[in-house]
Every structure is written in structure tokens, then in C-alpha cells.
């Protein structure tokens, strides 16, 4: 689709075309073991923003990548994405009954389940990557990514430092730690495999890339807490009102709903201002403007 059409447009057609990639690359529920199979498809698909495979696409576009190994690349976070989400609404975490607007994957398809279903979507998401044909050192520098960003390092790492921090007064720079790792290094990484797909990376580009997923990572962030502070749960798909229920620190908590919101919106500077080094020529400034435009997404969205 070309660079004129609108967001809306761009991400319903994406939005699509994922959700049909996803089906392929996904066991077959025919296949033994049948209820794992379609507990994982339950899972993964129809449901969700796919924001992080919007972010591979829109980065491939300013690096020119090939939609196929976009679309695996976006899969693949996108499978990593839905294990982390089973396996966080299971009750040794954060015990919740609804996601996407459906029963949670565990209360459906019990617990055993559910955390086979995030172990296999996990192994489902590298093997998809490996299969590439991206040039070798290249397709191993994406693996190396997606392992560093979902493992103890990345998001499991701030999900333990979530664990831990119930009940605790986390400073600013605390919260900020375990959100850059929790939520941020996925969508880091969404960011920068999308670009991958295109070509390897100068350091110039590399350094813009990482200050463009920072923001748009916290930003991210940032709204979850205002929205679960402020929408409710039918407009979510989820529950809302947890993080207040649950004790847990937030944005909201720390600086207040305003201070939030202004951090949202200095988050989205910040982003588009990263992107500015690519604006050295015209043809590369046209393809910035997915990203920045997701940008916006993140901090307007309402769910
Ligand atoms: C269990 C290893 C492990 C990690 C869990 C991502 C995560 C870490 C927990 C999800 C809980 C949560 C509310 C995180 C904060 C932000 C977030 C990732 C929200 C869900 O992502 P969206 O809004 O969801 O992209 P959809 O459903 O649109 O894909």
C-alpha cells in the first residue's frame, strides 16, 4: 500500500494481512496434539492492536525490506508477544479472566495448558525467524535480537522486577527500568528486526532506531497506566482498574494523571524528533511516516 493512504487504512489492510500470516504459520488444529494446537491459535489469533508487527512493517518501509520476511518478522513478535500475555494472566501472575475480549487461555483451557501454549508459541516464534532468507548474518543478528529482548534481559527480566515490585514506592527511574524492559524491549526489538529485514544497520542509524523505540516503548507505557486508570474494562478487552487494585506502582501513581499525560505527548516529540536524522532526502523523509504516524497511535489510542 502506498505512503498517501491514511493510518486507518495502512493498519486495517497490515492488520489483515497478519492475522492471515499468523494463520499459516501456526500448527493446524487438526494436527496431534489438536487441543494445543487450538488452545495456541486461540491464543494468537483474531485479537489484539498487532502493534508490534505494525512497527516491523513500518520500519521495513523506511529500509525498503521485502514483505515476506516482513511478514515472518512480524510474526514471530507477535507470537512472543501472545506467550507473554497467556502466561501473565495465569494465576501465579497476574491472575486475570478476560483478554482481547475473550476468557483468558487458562481459564478456557486450563492451567497445564496454557503454559504449554506459551512455551510452544515461544519455540513456534524462533522457528518461523529461522526460517528466513534474509542473508545469514543477518537473519542470526534478528534471532539474537528477539532472544535478548524476550528473555531475562528483556521482557521476562522486567516482568520478575514487576513481581517483585508490588506494594513497593518505586522511584521514577525504577518504574522506568522495569517498563523499558518489560514492555519497551519488545516493541525495541519490533523496531529494529522490521529495519533488519531491509539491510544491516550503520551506527548512525542504529543509535536513531533505539532513540525512536525508547520513546514510543515508554510511551506505550505511559498510556497503559492512564488507560487502565481511566478507561473501563468492555472498552479495554481486559480488566481495567488492576494496577490501583493490584497496589502496583505506575505513572499515575508516581506523577498524577496530568504529569502522565504530558509525558505521553513530550514521549511522542521525542519520537518524531528521532526520526529526523532520516529526513536527509526526500524519498527517505515519505518513508519515516509510518512510524512517526504510529507514534501517534501509541499516545491517542484508546484501547
Ligand atoms: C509473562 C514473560 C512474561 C511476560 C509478561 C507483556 C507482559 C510481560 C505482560 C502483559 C501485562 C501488561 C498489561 C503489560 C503492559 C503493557 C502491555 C504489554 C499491554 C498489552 O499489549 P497490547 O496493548 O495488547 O499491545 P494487544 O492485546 O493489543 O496485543
Redesign the pocket.
Known sequence: MTTTSTLSDWMKQSQAQIETALMHFLPSDLITPTHLHQAMRYAVLD??????PLLVYAAGELFSAGHSELTRAACALEMI?AY??V??DMPC??DDAL??GKPTVHVKYGQATALLVGDALQAQAFLILAQGHCPAERQLEMLQILAHSSGSLG??G??AIDLDSVGLNLTRDQLEQMHQL??GALLRASVLLGALCGQQLNATEHAALNRYADAIGLA??VV?DILDATADSAAL?KTAGKDAANNKPTYVSILGLEASQQLAQQLRHEAHAALESFHGQSSTTARTQRLSQLADFIVERSA
Open positions: 485479537g489484539g492492536k498487532r502493534v508490534r508477544h507473554s500475555l502466561h501473565d501472575m497476574d483478554r482481547r521482557m521476562c522486567g516482568q518489560k514492555t506505550f507505557q497503559d478487552g
